[in-house]
């Protein structure tokens, strides 16, 4: 809703992303082609006029396999 705030996290580990809202994993996806690469944060809403998103306290970590 409203000035709300979500965390959002991904964790990509070998070819399979997994996405999180909130601690809650969303999905995930395996993709033999992606095993290695860059990122970039995106946020859209094509339904909505006017939203704004911010990206504060980003980090980035990797985790032991």
């Known amino acids: 809703g409203p000035n709300a705030s979500n965390r959002i996290g ?11 809202a909130n ?3 969303l999905g995930e996806v395996d993709d033999p ?3 290695a690469g860059l990122f970039a944060l995106f946020a ?3 339904e909505t006029d006017g939203v704004e998103a911010t990206f504060d306290d980003f ?3 990797f985790p032991d396999d």
Request: glycine share 4%.
């Open 10 to 20: 991904v964790l990509a580990r070998a070819n399979r992303l997994s996405v999180f």
């Open 33 to 35: 082609d992606y095993v």
């Open 59 to 61: 980090a980035l970590w």
């Open 44 to 46: 859209n809403a094509n």
């Open 23 to 25: 601690g809650t994993l």
